[in-house]
């Protein structure tokens, strides 16, 4: 049997984006926002996800739509003032209909999480949570 080879940035990852984003071709994508309503047999889905507690950070409007959906991360680490923070951002939004994935980073909506102090947050609002308590 092959073994395999655990890269030794494994368990870092911010350290592993900084030294291999600049190898890498990276895109920026050209958003355009829808500049009419959806026809009336159609639905518009807004998708986001990865905000990590940064929503109010955000530089352009969420388009507008029929549904929304936040496909997980949107806390950095679950706290319930992020969690919190992030249902009144969402509140705010116009969608008819909104749904919210909790994300690896929600870790408080796991039933086996046992507290924020068993966290070791050893990184600023932009970095990596660090190792999860799962383990």
């Known amino acids: 049997m092959e073994e395999i080879q655990v890269h030794e940035l494994s368990e870092k990852p911010?350290?592993?984006?900084k030294s291999w984003k600049?190898?890498?071709?990276?895109?920026?994508?050209?958003?355009?926002h829808p500049s009419?309503?959806?026809?009336?047999?159609k639905l518009r889905f807004v998708c986001m996800a990865d905000t990590h507690?940064?929503?109010?950070h955000l530089k352009q409007d969420i388009p507008h739509g029929d549904v929304f959906i936040?496909?997980?991360d949107f806390t950095r680490c679950g706290s319930i003032s992020?969690?919190?923070e992030f249902n009144t951002w969402l509140s705010k939004l116009p969608h008819k209909y909104k749904i919210v994935i909790a994300g690896n980073h929600e870790l408080s909506f796991d039933p086996a999480f046992r507290g924020m102090e068993d966290m070791n947050i050893s990184?600023?609002?932009s970095g990596h949570i660090g190792s999860s308590p799962m383990h």
Do not use: C, D, K, Y
């Not at 911010?14 to 984006?17: G, N, S």
């Not at 600049?22 to 355009?32: G, K």
């Not at 009419?36 to 047999?41: F, G, I, T």
């Open 36 to 41: 009419s309503p959806p026809p009336e047999n």
């Open 14 to 17: 911010t350290e592993f984006w």
């Open 22 to 32: 600049n190898t890498v071709n990276i895109m920026r994508l050209q958003i355009r």
């Open 70 to 72: 936040h496909a997980g």
């Open 53 to 56: 507690s940064l929503t109010s």
């Open 82 to 84: 992020e969690v919190r």
């Open 123 to 125: 990184a600023g609002r």
